[in-house]
């Protein structure tokens, strides 16, 4: 499923395209993706005007002038393209908006495991799948602080508390095992020990381990592909997720594979702790 990084570079190239545009036309080829969607939804997003996109964990939200926002969730195998003129459009492209530009974005989901919703726009902590989320990972409310306040007194393995989605929101897989090699800690230790330099080290190496998958506009791994069409570049730069029985990059030793609540977990025995 696309992460924090994804869907934060979604959300950057969809911005020059849509913000402040009005919607011509919408396309709309089912009355569900992942469930049911909203009633008269081309209608009710057809000549809105788009404001300053947001992302909440890992949906983006695009306020109109209806009142409303529009809810994107991309699931596990849904993406966004931009086009300059109509597209020839696929048998999995579910949804296409025609802004007044001419420029069209497509969001196309195979599985069928993504989301569009109408809310109301200043409500949206009320919508079942925003209500229960945690902090943002690159707000100013997140620090070493906050890690230890959320991981107190929690006996389970800290690479599962920080997969939860009411404890940090946008965290996935992939920057987890990454960032906990960057601060190296075990995914295995359990997250009420973080505390004070490892949970300073840990609070650094999240941010640092999103902010340079952004920059390199996420990872491509099975279905991630930017707006453009571009795939993410830090995909080469991972040092342990999806490497089980290669060196590690900092003593050579195999990268050990294990599961955890039901996921792979990547990590060097040796350096992470």
């Known amino acids: ?38 009633d ?10 788009c404001g ?16 409303e926002s529009l809810l994107i969730h991309l699931g596990m195998s849904g993406s966004i393209r931009l086009y300059d003129s109509q597209p020839q459009f696929g048998k999995h ?27 109301v726009t200043g409500e949206e902590e009320k919508h079942p799948l925003l209500a229960n989320l945690g902090v943002e990972p690159l707000s100013n409310a997140f620090s070493a602080q906050l890690l230890m306040d959320r991981f107190q007194g929690r006996k389970q393995a800290v690479k599962t508390a ?18 906990l090699f960057d601060s190296a800690i075990s995914p295995r230790r359990q997250a009420g020990t973080i505390k004070s330099a490892r949970a300073q080290r840990l609070a650094t190496s999240i941010v640092g381990v999103l902010r ?13 592909i930017q707006p453009g069409g571009e795939i ?10 999806g490497r089980s029985g290669m060196p ?10 294990i599961r955890q609540a039901g996921r792979s977990s990547f990590y060097c025995s040796s350096c992470q702790r």
């Open 212 to 224: 340079a998958a952004i920059a390199q506009g996420g990872t491509s791994l099975r279905d991630h």
């Open 52 to 67: 300053v996109l947001g992302r909440r964990g890992k949906y983006i939200l695009v306020p109109l002038s209806s009142g």
């Open 162 to 179: 920080l997969l939860d989605q009411r404890l940090i929101a946008g965290l996935g897989n992939i920057y987890v095992s990454e960032a």
């Open 248 to 257: 590690c990059p900092r003593c050579a030793r195999p990268i050990k594979e």
């Open 40 to 49: 008269r939804l081309e209608e009710r997003l057809t000549g809105q005007t």
């Open 93 to 119: 492209d579910h949804f296409a908006a025609e802004m007044e530009s001419g420029d069209w974005f497509v969001f196309s989901d195979p599985r069928r495991f993504g989301h569009l919703d109408l809310l």
């Open 232 to 241: 993410g570049y830090f995909v080469q730069k991972l040092a342990v997720y």
């Open 1 to 38: 499923m696309p992460e924090l990084p994804e869907v934060e570079t979604v959300k950057t190239a969809l911005m020059p395209v849509i913000e402040g545009r009005r919607i011509r036309s919408v396309r709309l080829t089912r009355t569900d993706l992942r469930w049911k969607l909203p």
